[in-house]
């Protein structure tokens, strides 16, 4: 596997030398790590089908390179890492094999939910989420009957999360059931949301609550068969009267559907674009070795017209999506999550993850009738890329939430023109 792309790239050249020394000493350590421990092990990877076929040993380098705590705080024993950098080692990551990325930045969305745990609790989910490869954080939202309701503002309280948690003394007492969760057999923390208010707007009766693994009552479904990022599992998760502290909630009460909503997910959004970035590159790096090693019509294929404009095709793409991530990665450690228009994250993304799609589709293509072929690459690639059109909401749906965003926005300057 060659790394021509990443020394020939104009804006990720931008990117890494925008990182100060030590960055960039971790940035290394993540590319060599891929390479030796996670490339090797992409079919033992894609393999996976629940929490006894998961090779832990694949992550643990990582997890001593602080991988899992990247985005924490310090004081939560993380490094605090910028967005670019995030973007920078989840593109190598998926690089390597989109579930390991998964693995790993799963985790980083919770940086801010933990610092809003009791400080004992903080102390001890921080610690594991740092050094036990077995114990993972889980967000739990989506339910059988209610998925993009999630992502969309509605008047109509019968819409959006139903799972309840209702008060009973000092404790939350959670009934219900959540599907699709990433992690789920190896969460040791959940964050939950859950109605506390049945007779309101999901936007103001749903609350984040924090649940551990070992509590009482919860029960899982069979893992999912997925089309692809097999090495990430998912199953159906039952609350049964599971009973928590009323502190455990890590949201305001009742509005713990507002922060999927706004900046909260904005730095999650940015790691999915940077992640379907780092399979794109990987389709291209297989595309490439591949059009300078065939031989068909007397010369190497990328010396007919067709397959060379083919592969410049991919590159633009990859390097349009990358600066476009990169631009907001950049502004968003400027101004931080709560300034930064979510729009502006929601569009790298689709834009990310519908470009993967086009790229990897194009690798496959570029390798014949391998390119079909298990073991060939472009064939574990283009089922990985089409996982990830579903990341916070569908794009469809994300789409929506920025036309609909920037149609109000003109409408409330039309209003303020008039005034
Ligand atoms: C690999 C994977 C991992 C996941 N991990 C998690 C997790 O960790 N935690 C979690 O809570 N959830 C998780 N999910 C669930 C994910 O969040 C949902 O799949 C997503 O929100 C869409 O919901 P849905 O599947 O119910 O689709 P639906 O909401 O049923 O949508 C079906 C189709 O209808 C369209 N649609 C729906 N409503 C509208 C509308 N109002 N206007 C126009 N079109 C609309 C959608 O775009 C879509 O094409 C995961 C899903 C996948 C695939």
């Known amino acids: 596997m060659t790394n021509a792309l990443r020394w020939n790239s104009l804006p990720a050249d931008d990117a890494v030398e925008s990182l100060d020394d030590r960055d960039r000493l971790l940035l290394d350590a993540v590319r060599s790590y891929v390479d030796e ?85 903080r102390r001890d989910v921080t610690k594991q989420l740092r050094q036990d490869p077995w114990y993972l954080g889980a967000s739990a939202i989506t339910e059988a009957n209610v998925g993009s309701d999630n992502h969309l503002l509605s008047s109509n309280p019968e819409l959006g999360v139903q799972l309840e948690a209702r008060r009973d003394g000092d404790h939350w007492v959670l009934n219900g059931e959540k599907v699709m969760i990433t992690n789920a057999t190896m969460a040791g923390i959940y964050f939950v949301g859950a109605r506390t208010d049945p007779g309101v707007p999901a936007e103001s009766g749903v609350t984040l609550i924090a649940v551990p693994g070992d509590t009482d009552g919860i029960s899982f479904g069979p893992p999912y068969r997925k089309l692809g990022q097999r090495s990430s599992i998912q199953t159906d998760v039952h609350f049964d009267n599971c009973r928590v502290p009323l502190d455990y909630a890590v949201s305001e009460v009742g509005r713990g559907l507002s922060s999927t909503r706004t900046g909260a997910n904005t730095g999650s959004n940015l790691v999915n674009a940077f992640m379907s970035i780092g399979v794109a590159r990987a389709a291209y790096e297989v595309a490439l070795d591949w059009c300078t090693s065939r031989v068909q019509g007397g010369s190497l294929i990328y010396q007919h017209q067709l397959v060379a404009h083919q592969l410049g095709s991919m590159r633009v793409e990859l390097d349009a999506a990358f600066s476009h991530a990169y631009c907001v990665a950049r502004a968003l450690d400027k101004v931080g999550p709560q300034e930064l228009d979510p729009a502006a994250a929601w569009a790298a993304n689709v834009s990310a993850s519908e470009m993967v799609v086009r790229v990897a589709r194009a690798a496959m293509e570029l390798l014949g009738g391998r390119g079909m072929m298990a073991g060939w690459g472009t064939e574990k690639l283009i089922r990985d890329a089409l996982t990830l059109q579903h990341g916070f909401g569908t794009n469809p749906l994300m789409l929506s939430n920025i036309g609909t965003l920037d149609s109000e926005r003109v409408l409330a300057r039309r209003r303020s023109d008039v005034r």
């Not at 090779?55 to 910028?82: T, Y």
């Open 37 to 121: 421990t996670v490339v090797p092990a992409r079919d033992e990877l894609d393999a996976v089908i629940d929490r006894d076929s998961f090779p832990i040993s694949v992550v643990k380098p990582g997890i001593d390179l602080g991988l899992k705590s990247l985005a924490f705080a310090s004081e939560d024993g993380g490094r605090g890492a910028s967005a670019v950098l995030l973007g920078l080692v989840v593109e190598e990551l998926a690089r390597g094999d989109l579930g390991i990325a998964y693995y790993f930045k799963h985790n980083w969305r919770f940086s801010q939910l933990v610092r809003r745990l009791p400080p004992a609790l």
